[in-house]
């Protein structure tokens, strides 16, 4: 068995144990960490498969990023009130586990049968390259820039379009301010009539 | 080097794991990381045809795949925040009308 099985292998366990770990806690907080831990160990994954940019990207936005906002969210929200209540539908967990099984036969047997073998990485003088230059920036950078450049800046609107629609949605809508600004619309609309009036 | 198949697998194994979080789970919270770990298993599959095509395209793939579940996530959590603001309530079961 080489270093690189021993790798693959400790970290798949590591990512399935933190997965079964996000499933099955209750409180969310510790699915958050649970969830942490799997982004890690995807990450390293991530570098094993020459994909060191995503691998950083990985370790930056998701378990940076997102991560952070998950846990600010639980943090504001009180969940501990939460933990108590009683599930309503629980034949839902008795249904989960033989789909889990289904739905894990059915891929695995796809996977046997589909030819992996890995193409060796080309190089400009047409001699094998070495194993780690696939997803350096440069390479990324060629793609996203010329081939791709439309769903680049696709993605770029629709961010742009999550910010504005989530501070809308999760903005406090006070009964008073709502009156003071409507009071403030007639008000215009009133002078601009009053203006038209006496232009005319 | 690790067979690709082997990526495969894990990458389906943490896709059902994610499919099982979804079905027992009741907390919209814990819902959420749930789709997050599916997406991640994805990723997972996607740099791994990445790697066996030679092409980086499927790694562009996983940098949008991102780019989306970062949007995703801040509106849900939104949406979150504001079903807990009028239902004062996390659990999926008591949130089954579309208006608020």
Redesign the interface.
């Known amino acids: 068995m080489?270093f690189?099985?021993i790798l693959?292998l400790g970290l798949?366990a590591l990512?399935?144990v933190a997965?079964?770990n996000?499933?099955l806690?209750?409180n969310?907080i510790y699915?958050?960490i649970g969830?942490i831990v799997?982004?890690c160990s995807?990450a390293a994954?991530?570098l094993?498969?020459?994909?060191q940019?995503?691998a950083a990207?990985?370790i930056i936005?998701?378990a940076g990023?997102?991560m952070v906002?998950?846990v600010f969210?639980?943090m504001?929200?009180n969940?501990r009130a939460?933990e108590t209540?009683i599930?309503?539908?629980k034949y839902?967990?008795w249904?989960?586990?033989p789909?889990?099984l289904a739905?894990?036969a059915e891929?695995?047997a796809v996977?046997?049968y589909?030819d992996?073998?890995?193409?060796?990485?080309?190089s400009a003088n047409g001699a094998a390259a070495p194993q780690d230059v696939?997803?350096t920036v440069e390479?990324?950078a060629?793609?996203?820039f010329t081939?791709?450049l439309i769903?680049?800046e696709a993605?770029?609107v629709?961010?742009l379009?999550?910010?504005v629609?989530?501070?809308?949605?999760?903005r406090?809508e006070r009964k008073e301010d709502v009156e003071r600004i409507e009071k403030a619309l007639v008000a215009q609309l009133e002078e601009e009539k009053f203006e038209e009036e006496v232009a005319a | 080097m690790v067979p690709l198949s082997w990526y495969l697998a894990l990458s389906a194994v943490l896709f059902t794991i994610g499919v099982v979080g979804v079905l027992i789970q009741r907390n919209v919270i814990s819902l959420f990381m749930c789709v997050e770990l599916m997406l991640n298993a994805v990723n997972l599959s996607l740099i791994a045809f990445s790697r066996l095509h030679n092409d980086v395209t499927g790694q562009l793939f996983v940098f949008i795949v991102m780019a989306v579940a970062a949007a995703e996530a801040a509106v849900g959590l939104a949406i979150i925040i504001a079903l807990f603001r009028s239902r004062e309530t996390l659990n999926v079961d008591e949130a089954d009308l579309l208006k608020l």
């Not at chain 1, 992996?116 to 080309?122: D, I, R, V």
């Not at chain 1, 629609?165 to 999760?170: E, H, N, Q």
């Open positions: 080489e690189s099985h693959f798949a990512a399935v997965a079964f996000v499933i806690q209750r969310p699915s958050a969830l799997v982004l995807l994954l991530f094993t498969l020459s994909a940019f995503i990207m990985q936005v998701y990023a997102i906002l998950f969210v639980i504001l929200l969940v939460e209540r599930d309503k539908q839902l967990k249904l989960a586990a789909l889990f739905l894990l891929v695995m996977v046997r589909v992996l073998t890995p193409q060796p990485l080309p696939l997803g390479n990324i060629n793609g996203m081939n791709y769903p680049f993605a770029s629709l961010i379009m999550a910010i629609g989530s501070m809308l949605l999760a406090r």
